[in-house]
C-alpha cells in the first residue's frame, strides 16, 4: 500500500512538472498579456521617405489593434546596419521591431565586409508590406522617349549617359547595372548620400536619369520636369497608366520591386510572430490601407512569417549575381 501511494506521489509530482513545463512552453510562445507595454518599431531609413512612409501607414492602426502604441522610432544610417544592429540587439520579446526596405536587408549584406548582422539568422521574419516597382525617369529636356531610345543613346556614346542613386549598392544602382547586364549599356553611376541630394541634381540638371520608386518621382513627373520610361513591376500602374512596364519595352528580366517588410530579432516566440502577422495581414487588406498604397504607386502585399523569409533568401541569391557581375562592394 505504502509503495502504491509512493509511486502515485511520485506520478502526481510528474504531472504537475510537466504541467508546469508545458505552461511555460505555452507561455514562451506567446505570453497571454502581450503586449502589455508600447512596441518600437525601429525605421532604417530617415523621416519621409517610403520606409518611413510604410511604418506610419501601419504602426497606429497596429497599435490600435493590439491595445499598445506602436513608436516609430527612425535610425538612419549605414545603409540599414545602424537600425539592424539596434534590433538584433535587442530581447527577443516583440516589443523591437524593425522596419526593413529591402535594398539593406538584401543588398547591404552582400557588398559590405566584415558585417556584422546576418539578415538570414539575425531575424525572425513577420510580414511584407509594400511593394514598390522602380521608375525608370530622365530628365524631360533629353530627347529620348522610350527605353529603347535611351540604350540605342548609350550604345551610340558609350558611358556618356550617367545615372544619379541614392548610394553605392543601393537598389537603385544594382537596378539599372541589372539594365546595363541586359541591354550591354554603359550607363555611368553617380552615388549621392540618399535620394534627396540625387534628386537635386537630377531636376538641376547634373545627371541625365535615375530609377527608384514612384513617390519622390510623381510630384516631377506630373510638373513635366521628369519623363518617365519603363516600370519594372509587372504591370502598369494606375498612377502612370501610360507608361510601359519594362516587359512590354523588351526587358523581362528588368523585374524590380522594392519591398519593405517587418522583421523581429531571432528567436521571438512564434506565437507572438504570428499575432502580429494576422494583426498586420487585417489592417492591409482594408479600402483605405490599398487606397494609400496605391497611391503611393504601391501595392499592400502581404507575405507571412515563412513566405517572407524564403523571399528573403531568394532576393539574396538573384542580387549576388548582379552585384558580383558589376564588381560594387563597399570598402
Known sequence: MLSTMKRRGSLAVLAGALGLTFTMASASAQPASYPDRPIRLIVS??????????????????????????????????????????????????????????????????????????????????????????????????????????????????????????????????????????????????????????????????????ITTPPPLLPHIAAGKLRPLVVTGKNRLSTLPDVPTAAEAGYPELLVSSWFAVYAPAGTPPGIVDKLAAEIETIMQTPAFREKAESLGAEALFMGPAELGDYTKQELERWDGVVKAANISVQ
Open 45 to 210: 531609413a530617415a523621416p519621409g521617405g517610403t520606409t518611413d512612409i510604410t511604418a506610419r501607414m501601419i504602426a497606429e492602426p497596429l497599435g490600435r489593434a493590439l491595445g499598445q502604441s506602436v513608436v516609430v522610432d527612425n535610425k538612419p544610417g549605414g545603409a540599414g546596419t545602424i537600425a539592424a544592429q539596434l534590433v538584433t540587439r535587442a530581447p527577443a520579446d516583440g516589443y523591437t521591431l524593425l522596419l526593413q526596405y529591402s535594398g539593406y536587408q538584401v543588398i547591404t549584406p552582400l557588398i559590405t565586409p566584415n558585417l556584422n548582422w546576418d539578415p538570414i539568422k539575425d531575424f525572425s521574419p513577420v510580414a511584407n508590406i509594400l511593394s514598390a516597382p522602380q521608375v525608370l525617369v530622365v530628365r524631360s529636356d533629353l530627347p529620348y522617349k522610350t527605353l529603347k531610345d535611351l540604350v540605342d543613346a548609350d550604345k551610340q556614346n558609350p558611358g556618356k549617359l550617367n545615372y544619379a542613386s541614392s548610394g553605392v549598392g543601393s537598389l537603385q544602382q544594382v537596378s539599372t547595372e541589372l539594365l546595363n547586364q541586359m541591354a550591354g549599356t554603359k550607363l555611368t553611376h553617380i552615388p549621392y548620400n540618399g535620394t534627396g541630394p540625387a534628386m537635386n541634381d537630377l531636376l538641376g540638371g547634373s545627371v541625365d536619369l535615375t
